[in-house]
């Protein structure tokens, strides 16, 4: 029986794998066959936080889709050569790993982690379609790993593992090579020895420091809950950070970016309680926002209120007062006019 754990610290530290020039194959029946169609479908990206987008993942061209039904210690090794290679072929390949979480709220929580643990250079995401994919791939849940490539919207090689290991990296290898167009592609070992961290083969030099850091209380991990709490307690303060960060890079001052004054009299909506909410609405408002920053910062607040009334509330009533206070830049203010449309419809 596979052995699902999670991802820690021990995990992160441990020593690259070595990769053997054989390899073995538990294979099963998974995705659709050489030959067959494999249309477009959508995934909640990951940029390395658990703030997900979703978009649609395309399959013209050559690409590389590799679907996993859970994530496992013993197919990390083969993961990393799947990222290694498809980073390198970036050119001429597009290369994807999607999870089909049973939990995706627990996976999102763990995306931080897994994606450190890989040092993740390719795409990760998770299926928009739930447990079972995207329908018209029809992925087997016994298959822990399925990776297709494909050329123009066809199936040109499908390799579906129950059990996945390192042994296996040859063959994966030779898959994604022939879709990208790569006649000499590196062996496993190769791939290693370019890959592999330095720090992972030889021993940190311990210097000592000139002003010791201050000792920090250990955090709780000692459940799931905990750990989860943990998370969303960092993703929460994380928002807030990156939002004061923006305020101070405005350009031409150190301050904070001057906002049109207030109307006067009572204010409409309300200033929202969860720091979540607050950090991203803030990083919204800010005046050098790019129309393309404006719709990241809106599909993240999305994804971070979806499923919690109560943070759709604050999400709702905070873009209400921004509306009425005339913050952010003009894009930002018809965008958030258009999801105050959306947000109503939400509210109990």
Partial sequence: MAILVPITSMMLAAPILPLHSGFHIQQVTSGPQPGEKAPAFNVLLTDGSPVLREVEQKTSGAVTVIFLTAVERSAMPLIRVANWYGAERKASMDTVIVVLPKDPVAMRDRLPAIVKSLNLKVKFAISSDGPDGPGAYAINSKAMMTILTIKDSKVEGNLAL?????????AVIALMAKVSGDEKPPTPDELNARNASPAAERPAVRRPAANPAPVVAEPDLSTPDAMKKVILDLVKEIASLKAELATLKAPGTAQPAAQPKPPAGPLPGAAP????????????????????????????????????????????????????LKYGTEYAQKVGAEMVKVWKTKLP
């Fill in 162 to 170: 129950a059990q996945p290991g390192v042994t296996d990296a040859k």
């Fill in 273 to 324: 309680t969860d720091p979540g909410v607050l950090g991203l609405l803030r990083a919204f408002i800010q005046p050098s926002n790019t129309n393309t920053d404006v719709d990241r910062v809106s599909g993240d607040i999305d994804i971070y209120t979806r499923g919690k009334a109560d943070l759709i509330k604050q999400a709702h009533d905070g873009w209400i007062r921004i509306l009425h």
